[in-house]
């Protein structure tokens, strides 16, 4: 019997009848079969929901787990990642970041060619 805790769900993903869980830190997934699409879309929103709730109480106030878990192609997939968008105030900052990161390297399949950047 294998214990996975919804706190470690990756990614919830189903196509078809077949509902998949990515557990974080996990070289194999979970696959169950629904008897319909319908039912394996039901089950994703249910997993989606309880580990939504689980996951929430360990993370800063603000973040939106849910809206996490709802993104994906067509509401099939989806991973705890989410983009937003930065004032442009932080430009500034943020370059000086990447100009003070960014190493200028030469590879021996250039042999003395313009390096692109």
């Not at 019997?1 to 979970?30: C, D, I, N, W, Y």
């Not at 169950?32 to 106030?61: C, D, M, Q, T, Y």
Request: aromatic share 4%.
């Amino acid at each position: 019997v294998a214990v996975l805790p919804l706190a470690q769900l990756e990614e919830v993903a189903f196509e078809g009848k077949t509902l998949t869980l990515h557990m974080r830190g996990q070289k194999v997934s979970l696959q169950a079969r629904a008897e319909n699409e319908h039912l394996a879309a039901k089950w994703a929103s249910a997993v989606k929901a309880h580990a939504g709730r689980a996951i929430s109480k360990s993370l800063p106030p603000g973040w939106d787990v849910q809206a996490m878990l709802s993104s994906g192609v067509g509401g099939s997939a989806a991973k705890l990642v989410n983009k937003e968008q930065l004032p442009t105030s932080v430009n500034p900052s943020f370059q000086k970041l990447m100009d003070h990161c960014f190493v200028c390297k030469t590879t021996k399949d250039r042999r003395g060619k313009v390096v692109p950047m």
